[in-house]
C-alpha cells in the first residue's frame, strides 16, 4: 500500500495563494488516482479534487473550479494542488488519499491517505 505526506500548508490572507503536494513512497502514483479532501472545523471531510491515473483527467467540486488547479508529476511521485484566491471558507485540514481504480468523491473508496497539513485563510 502506498503511503503519503501532505505539505504545503499554512496561514495566508484572502486573495492569495498555496501549493500543496503529496508525497508518495512504497508505490509508484502512476497506477493511482488521487483526491484531494478537507475538513473545515465542525465539519464533514468532503472531496475537493481529484486526479485519474490512466489519463490524467480532473475533477472539481463547485466551490473551488477556476481557483485550484491539480496535476501530477508521476516521475517525482508527486501530485500538487495548486490553490489560488483562497477564501475564508477553504480553511480546513486538506487530505490527499489514493484508489487503485477511477476518481471517487466518497472518502470510503480510497485506500491510503495522508495525515493531512492544515490551511488557514484570514486576514
Known amino acids: 500500500q502506498v503511503q503519503l505526506v501532505e505539505s504545503g500548508g499554512g496561514l495566508v490572507q484572502p486573495g492569495g495563494s498555496l501549493r500543496l503536494s503529496c508525497a508518495a513512497s512504497?508505490?509508484?502514483?502512476?497506477?493511482?488516482?488521487i483526491g484531494w479532501f478537507r475538513q473545515a472545523p465542525g465539519k464533514e471531510r468532503e472531496g475537493a479534487s481529484c486526479?485519474?491515473?490512466?489519463?490524467?483527467?480532473?475533477i472539481y467540486t463547485d466551490s473551488i473550479k477556476d481557483r485550484f488547479t491539480i496535476s501530477r508529476d508521476n516521475a517525482k511521485n508527486v501530485v500538487y494542488l495548486q490553490m489560488n484566491n483562497l477564501k475564508p471558507e477553504d480553511t480546513g485540514v486538506y487530505f490527499c488519499?489514493?484508489?487503485?481504480?477511477?476518481?471517487?468523491?466518497?472518502?470510503?473508496?480510497?485506500?491510503?491517505w495522508g495525515q493531512g497539513t492544515q490551511v488557514t485563510v484570514s486576514s
Open positions: 486526479i485519474s491515473a490512466n489519463d490524467g483527467s480532473a
Open positions: 488519499a489514493a484508489r487503485t481504480w477511477g476518481c471517487s468523491w466518497s472518502a470510503f473508496d480510497f485506500e491510503s
Open positions: 512504497g508505490g509508484a502514483l502512476d497506477f493511482y488516482a
